[in-house]
């Protein structure tokens, strides 16, 4: 059998939103602007962003994470062979839990796990604009536990980290372009579990600064599920029948790619501190394995290229129980505008945000307000049967309430 491979872009563009989470992380912000994830480490966030970090944490500590994600996008066409114009105006508001806990064992010895659920992400570009053939709708689920040891080798070095385990569920939706009458319409949903595992250090330069390091493997996840027809028309319907398309399932291998981050942490002037990180993502190995139906299978490769990410952040102790911060974020576009798809429209992102943490009841609460913009997403699409569309987005930007109360015990 041979795989028409201007099919699969509308039921893959799901999948490949992956990625975007795990490039962008904005949902879990440490600091305002995802500022000090890795070197300033002062509470049970660190389980997950930086392991190392759990150590220095003296007794245990939960912290449960809300983030409410405003976003809205407006993909306008310039250029198509299809006729409906513009994309749908896309509002969506998302919440988005997380909880981190840390147990510290001994003077040498901490452990801790975190559940994080980044959820209802995707892209509403409606069922009549000119790219319906290679999108219409996405949404991820993505839910990543892990699991955190570390251990205080010396007064100045320390170092941790552990499993991960991640459950991801996809869905998206393309329509059809029937010969003769109304358009069709496709839907696939696919689920899967993989592993991957973190490591981290933590070297305490004085009792005023520290310098850190991540890093976090690649993980391989296998998605399956089976796509869904509807209003087709009998010839092709016919055709995909005799292609195995209808009634097998679909299997999606590809790669979520490593990551490493390092960051530095500085007190000066008493009550004042501020930070620096810089994340490496490995995007140029990012891509489709191969999708399989029964036995036959294509490979699809990849066209990203690396991406970095530098967050600054700085804070204030205003009083012993009240303190103020602002960060800044700025990620390089994984893509270029020549191999950006409409599935995954990534680009350069440039976020903001301010944050105050103060003490109410035995409880420890920090709240960030971000905004993020995620860049015109400019792109010229050639998908052959599926249309070819030429545009950019007017607006694609989100404002995100963070909040996190920390209890410690």
């Known amino acids: 059998m041979k795989f028409n491979q201007k099919i699969y872009p509308a039921v893959l563009c799901a999948v490949w939103l992956l990625t975007c989470l795990l490039a962008s992380a904005a949902q879990a912000d440490v600091g305002p602007a995802l500022s000090g994830i890795t070197a300033r480490a002062d509470n049970a966030s660190t389980v997950f962003w930086s392991p190392a970090g759990i150590t220095r944490l003296d007794q245990p500590e939960l912290m449960t994470q809300a983030t409410l994600v405003a976003m809205e996008s407006k993909f306008n066409v310039k250029e198509s062979n299809r006729d409906g114009g513009n994309a749908d105006y896309d509002s969506s508001l998302l919440l988005v839990p997380a909880f981190y806990y840390a147990h510290p064992l001994n003077e040498r010895w901490s452990t801790g796990v975190s559940l994080t659920v980044p959820s209802g992400f995707g892209n509403q570009y409606g069922k009549s604009w000119s790219g319906r053939y290679l999108a219409e709708e996405s949404d991820l689920t993505f839910v ?109 291998d590809f790669v979520v790619p490593q990551m490493a981050q390092v960051g530095y942490y500085q007190e000066f002037m008493d009550d004042w501190s501020f930070t620096v990180d810089a994340i490496w993502i490995d995007m ?126």
């Not at 003769?180 to 981290?200: M, P």
């Not at 305490?204 to 509807?230: M, Q």
């Not at 009240?322 to 893509?335: E, R, T, W």
């Not at 998908?383 to 930007?397: E, L």
Request: net charge negative; no cysteine.
């Open 284 to 409: 140029s190995e990012f891509g489709i394995e191969h999708v399989s139906v029964g036995a036959d299978s294509v490979s699809i490769p990849g066209q990203f290229r690396d991406s970095w990410a530098f967050s600054a952040g700085l804070r204030y102790q205003y009083l012993p129980d009240l303190a103020f911060s602002v960060g800044g974020v700025h990620m390089s576009s994984p893509a270029s505008n020549s191999k950006r798809s409409i599935g995954l429209p990534l680009d350069r992102i440039i976020a903001v945000g301010a944050g105050v943490e103060w003490q109410w009841k035995g409880y420890e609460i920090h709240s960030n307000l971000n905004y993020a913009d995620f860049g015109d997403g400019k792109l010229d699409q050639d998908g052959g049967p599926a249309g070819r569309i030429k545009g950019s987005f007017d607006y694609n930007h989100a404002v995100i309430l963070d909040m996190q109360i920390i209890k410690r015990f």
């Open 144 to 252: 990543l536990l892990t699991g955190t040891v570390g251990y205080r080798l010396t007064d100045r070095w320390s170092i941790g980290g552990g499993p991960m385990m991640m459950y991801t569920d996809s869905m998206t939706k393309a329509r059809i372009n029937n010969p003769v009458g109304k358009d069709g319409k496709v839907k696939l949903e696919e689920d899967g579990i993989a592993f991957g595992w973190q490591l981290g250090l933590l070297y305490d330069i004085s009792n005023t600064a520290r310098v850190g390091a991540v890093y976090r493997a690649e993980i391989d996840p296998d998605l399956s599920g089976k796509p869904k027809f509807d209003n087709l028309d009998p010839l092709l319907q016919d055709a995909l029948q005799q292609l195995g398309l209808l009634n097998n399932d679909i299997d999606v």
